[in-house]
């Protein structure tokens, strides 16, 4: 039921934002229809971030624009908030949302905030919800707690806040426009089909989609029409039909098409040679939460892969194996070393010479507030302990060196960890443990929320440690790059494994089938017939 | 991208700006009273009886660097400072061992205090608040509610009677406290660490730190850095009072977070922690002068203490945006921090239960 009405719901033209001397956004122009979901992608520093915060009004100095949107025209810059007012809502990254409220208190957080009622009935907000969430096909409680919820349906509470957003927007009489701003970036790939059904109920419903994300596949699947953007300028707007997933890798990487990019790692025929005196993982009996009895043994040299679906467990057995949450049962043997994992903590780990990168980047692996050299230099601060103090400039310049070889950008050690982009951090998180030449090194999602370019990058640099000896096991949701990078794949469903994948048999087909399959063999039969017919 | 210059003039008087403003209270001061305050006997009370306050205000400093509040502190100088009187007056101990004694028990209150806050997980806030009261207690308790004095001679002598360059020794007591606060913040790795379990507790975790362990050591060295001021304390005056100690809680915050904002700002450092103790006696010394009231005192550390936290704030928000103006294509990172950390959006209430990370205390919004 897209609206009858013409011409752009919201246009934006001819933008261009200066940042001191150099233009982060030059002449660029971005347009959204009634029922149009829109792509907005590009690498980081491509000027996507500074668009979003143009129209959010984070910009208000050496800004040059039109914008449009029905009724409405401007040219002056836009105060913070000013456009939700004008019908645009926006939703993060990092959601907005409260894990200690309930569904409810969470949808109705804007209104506090707009509103000056007196009163809140909550019986009649409580109804209104399950409308809301009967209308988008979500299936919701309004009184559960929020954290209780699986972080796609937390995105989905979130959209739906957006959308509430829009409905009571006074000064607009259109059906508005939604801004989500790489908002899937920390849901699993299989979660996020929930999203795009979300997403195209909103857009029937006549409101715009501006979605910001760096998965192409994605933005293939949901998206009507794609802007590319490449340092400042738009080097495509033009419908998904007419591109395919080369064309669009290719436009974000080079600005053009056809030129051929590799997006996900490439197989490896052979393998690097062990290196001597290297030992391997061997992880046995390993039970906790819905894990069940799984073992794997990473050879020295040899790059693991570990995944499944959503729900089936397998980011845990990393999780376990470094002790960031302790397993119930099972061993680990390094080098003829027995431990027990339900001991297992970070710091042994550590000194066993296995080392872990986090999936939550920002919680988990950096501190942003401190410099790079602070967060980088950590491991290996005794080094430049001598004579009773630490050597500040040396441990500086060690850095400097550190940063220029993992090719983080900028190499500045006391710039702080904060300000770099995502793949720069996870770049920088990656240096900061393979510097100190692991045995063993454990990865859990190391490219999430990370562009083209640096993903090729870490890739990389995992098949850089894996070539110096360290046994790598890389937990991933990305069927795609687990295929590419891994000389096995482990495939978990439902908390065991459900099949071991040798190299010359690994595909994403292979993976697909046997992490829904696996599921077959259990119990709920329906559930995987389900779930194949998706596929 | 290239960074460009750091240390402009903006940078010089953030990083200054405590100690211009000092000089500039001192310059006021001495104007107005001209024949009592610009005088070296004014200048070395000022400085040298201050030392328990600065000791107690470094102590403090260590577990709020590893992101703790330590609010019985100032409970434990007091009770340190009681030991060493009973000990040595009532009992006619040694007072070398009775300081002794006293320092060991405020590192046992601090261990307390660690291993209920950290080991069950129990808000330092509460619990050292709590564990300040209790230490009250006591305090009254073995002192019948009295003071004690005629501390023996030999602590006096060495703690205001001895001079140096015509100061008391216990002005060089809190300089060398300062330098060893400022060398392990600095320049070994532990202190680093202290700092990465301040800011980012689960980081510091997955990256093989013993957090835990971390915390309470730093409560532990709270306690007994509180207890060694305790002893500077009754060195002081020569007698231990049961209450007196407990109105240097607020100043020593006051420090302490004013210290956030100068020298390295946007850290709790030792000398900051320093420069900001003279700075709040200053002002004090020179309202006395002036012949205000008492009550004034209470005004004025109050005041100073909420406004360091907003100084602390600001120099922290500043400092971001400055940063960030260094990396023109990437602003959305600089707002990624913010909500990293928590604020603006309400989401970000989500992760403002956080601990006081060097002046984070408001948690200053993303933009």
């Known amino acids: ?535 | 991208m290239s960074a460009a210059p750091r240390r402009t003039q903006d940078g010089f008087v953030r990083r200054y700006g405590v100690i211009i403003v000092w000089v500039i209270v001192i310059i006021v001061f001495s104007l107005l009273r001209p024949k009592t305050f610009p005088t070296a006997s004014n200048f070395e009370t000022l400085l040298a009886s201050q030392a328990p306050l600065g000791i107690l205000s470094l102590g403090l400093l260590i577990p709020l660097s590893a992101g703790d509040y330590d609010l019985s502190v100032a409970s434990v100088l007091t009770l340190s400072g009681m030991i060493v009187a009973i000990l040595n007056v009532n009992h006619g101990m040694n007072v070398w061992l009775a300081a002794l004694i006293a320092v060991v028990v405020g590192a046992a209150i601090g261990l307390l205090n660690g291993i209920i806050c950290v080991g069950a997980g129990i808000d330092p806030f509460i619990v050292t608040l709590g564990m300040g009261t209790v230490v009250n207690g006591v305090t009254l308790w073995i002192s019948n509610s009295t003071p004690v004095s005629g501390i023996s001679q030999p602590l006096i002598n060495m703690v205001v009677v001895h001079r140096l360059g015509g100061l008391s020794l216990e002005f060089f007591y809190l300089l060398i406290a300062a330098a060893i606060v400022w060398y392990i913040f600095e320049y070994t790795p532990a202190g680093r660490r202290i700092l990465v379990v301040g800011r980012g507790r689960e980081v510091a975790r997955l990256s093989g730190m013993r957090v835990k362990r971390i915390r309470i050591l730093a409560f532990v060295a709270a306690g007994a850095v509180g207890a060694l001021a305790g002893v500077v304390y009754v060195g002081t005056s020569g007698s231990a009072d049961p209450t007196a100690g407990t109105t240097l809680l607020l100043p020593a915050f006051a420090a302490v977070f004013l210290g956030s904002t100068t020298i390295s700002p946007g850290r709790f450092n030792a000398w900051g922690t320093l420069v900001a103790v003279y700075f709040l006696t200053t002002g004090i010394s020179g309202l006395a002068l002036l012949g205000v009231q008492t009550f004034v005192q209470q005004l004025f550390y109050g005041g100073a203490l909420v406004i360091a936290v907003l100084l602390s704030g600001i120099t922290r928000r500043n400092k971001r945006r400055k940063d960030a103006s260094q990396l023109p294509m990437e602003p959305q990172q600089l707002g990624d921090a913010g909500k990293a950390e928590g604020s603006g959006t309400p989401g970000q209430a989500v992760a403002s239960q956080s601990p006081p990370a060097g002046g984070a205390v408001l948690g200053t919004g993303g933009e």
């Not at chain 1, 590319?228 to 990487?253: F, K, M, N, Q």
């Not at chain 1, 999430?448 to 993903?455: E, F, L, T």
Request: negative net charge; aromatic residues 4%.
């Open chain 1, 1 to 535: 039921m897209t609206q009858a009405s013409s011409g752009p719901l919201l246009s934006i033209r001819n933008l261009t934002k200066y940042f001191g001397a150099s233009a982060a956004l030059d002449d660029v122009s971005l347009s959204v229809g009634y029922g149009e979901i829109r792509g907005l992608v590009g690498q980081n520093g491509s000027g996507k971030s500074t668009l979003i915060k143009c129209l959010a009004g984070y910009h208000s100095q050496d800004l040059e624009w039109h914008l449009e949107l029905p009724g409405k025209e401007l040219t002056r810059a836009l105060h913070p908030g000013e456009i939700t007012a004008f019908g645009v809502a926006f939703v993060h990254q990092d959601l907005g949302v409260l894990g200690d409220l309930s569904v409810l208190e969470n949808l109705l957080l804007t209104e506090f905030s707009n509103d000056h009622r007196r009163y809140i009935g909550w019986r009649k907000e409580r109804a209104k919800a399950r409308e809301i969430f009967k209308q988008f096909g979500l299936d919701l409680d309004p009184a559960a707690k929020l954290s209780t919820l699986r972080p796609v349906e937390q995105a989905q509470v979130a959209i739906v806040r957006a959308v509430l957003q829009l409905r009571s927007a006074k000064q607009a009489d259109h059906p508005g426009v939604l801004v989500l701003d790489e908002a899937t970036t920390f849901l699993d790939r299989a979660g996020r089909e929930g999203m795009y059904d979300l997403l195209r109920a909103v857009a029937s419903e006549g409101s715009g989609v501006i979605f910001v994300s760096h998965d192409i596949n994605e933005v293939l699947k949901v998206c009507d029409a794609v802007t590319v953007l490449r340092d400042g300028r738009v080097v495509a707007d033009a419908p998904v039909s007419e591109l395919t997933h080369d064309d669009l890798v290719s436009l974000i990487v080079t600005g053009k098409r056809g030129v051929e990019v590799i997006s996900r790692p490439a197989r490896r025929e052979t393998l690097p040679a062990a290196a001597t005196g290297k030992t391997s993982l061997e992880v046995e009996g390993l039970s906790g939460d819905l894990l069940n009895d799984v073992s794997l043994t990473v050879r020295p040299g040899e790059i693991v892969g570990v995944t499944g679906i959503v729900g089936s467990g397998w980011e845990l057995v990393v999780e376990y194996l470094c002790g960031a949450r302790r397993a119930e049962s099972g061993t680990c043997r390094l080098g003829g070393k027995s431990i027990d994992l339900e001991a297992m903590s970070p710091d042994k780990a550590l000194a066993l010479s296995m080392v872990y990168v986090p999936s939550d980047r920002l919680r988990e692996a950096i501190v942003p507030d401190l410099s790079l050299r602070e967060n980088v230099m950590q491991p290996v601060l005794e080094n430049a302990f001598e004579k009773g103090r630490l050597r500040l400039r040396r441990l500086t310049n060690a850095c400097k060196d550190v940063l220029e070889h993992y090719a983080v950008v900028p190499a500045e050690p006391a710039m702080p960890m904060g300000l770099l982009s995502g793949g720069n951090q996870q770049k920088a998180v990656l240096a900061k443990w393979l510097q100190t030449d692991p045995l063993y090194v454990l990865l859990n999602e190391p490219t999430q929320g990370v562009d083209i370019g640096a993903r090729q990058r870490i890739y990389e640099l995992v098949r850089g440690a894996a070539a110096r000896g360290a046994a790598v096991v890389y937990a991933s949701a990305d069927w795609e790059e687990v295929a590419g990078i891994s000389d096995r794949v482990v495939v978990i469903s439902e908390g065991r494994v459900a099949e071991r994948i040798e190299s010359a048999d690994i595909s994403v087909d292979a993976i697909a089938q046997a992490a829904y399959l696996g599921m077959r063999r259990s119990a709920d039969l329906s559930k995987a017939a389900a779930l194949l017919e998706d596929l």
